[in-house]
T-cell receptor, first 116, second 109 residues
């Protein structure tokens, strides 16, 4: 079956530090991969995505590369800011049946706290 | 730009009470979803609707029912609330990417 495993938190960093949050997946077929971010008291927002192997998704200084050979989609940022403090979720989407969209499978989330 | 609208934002129920969580989207999306979010568990899919007129069970459907009233609206019903259903509930719709509502914080005493 489909599943996503991401590193457990919490992750605590100082401002301008390098961030990596690991994510690996198990899937049949060729899923799309996503990172979502949830700020306190809000719903999840799409941060970035990649739809095929070797694609790199990027947004707001965050990057993740779809690695089919290692079934991974690690999130990275070169220099984090206090405003990046949030919970980050890795997710995959299967292809669904016919013209319908598939389901999304989420990891458990990683809490990131950035101190000034 | 309303996006996905959920009501209510907060609700407290007693064990055994029933209630319906409402969700509406104005983006003309076919697919809609209900998730619950619990500490350390991430998001778990309760039910989803791939298109108007269809609904399917997700990972944790027990104790819930859904209705896809029309293309815009997808409601979640708790017939007899239990303390284990205390959670934050999110509705979402998608076309490629998911758009989430702001959530309903439900406490069952």
């Amino acid at each position: 079956g489909n599943s996503v495993t991401q590193m457990e938190g919490p992750v605590t960093l100082s401002e301008e530090a390098f961030l990596t949050i690991n994510c690996t997946y198990t899937a049949t077929g060729y899923p799309s991969l996503f990172w979502y971010v949830q700020y306190p008291g809000e719903g999840l927002q799409l941060l970035l995505k990649a739809t095929k192997a070797d694609d790199k998704g990027s947004n707001k200084g965050f990057e993740a590369t779809y690695r089919k050979e290692t079934t991974s989609f690690h999130l990275e940022k070169g220099s984090v800011q206090v405003s990046d403090s949030a919970v980050y979720f890795c997710a995959l989407s299967d292809r669904g049946r016919g013209s319908t969209l598939g389901r999304l499978y989420f990891g458990r989330g990683t809490q990131l706290t950035v101190w000034p | 730009n309303a996006g996905v609208t959920q009501t209510p934002k907060f609700q407290v129920l007693k064990t055994g009470q029933s209630m319906t969580l409402q969700c509406a989207q104005d983006m003309n999306h076919n697919s809609m979803y209900w998730y619950r979010q619990d500490p350390g568990m991430g998001l778990r899919l309760i039910y989803y609707s791939a298109s108007e007129g269809t609904t399917d069970k997700g990972e944790v459907p027990n104790g819930y029912n859904v209705s896809r009233l029309n293309k815009r609206e997808f409601s979640l019903r708790l017939e007899s609330a239990a303390p284990s259903q205390t959670s934050v509930y999110f509705c979402a719709s998608r076309t490629g990417r998911l758009f989430f509502g702001s959530g309903t914080q439900l406490s069952v005493l």
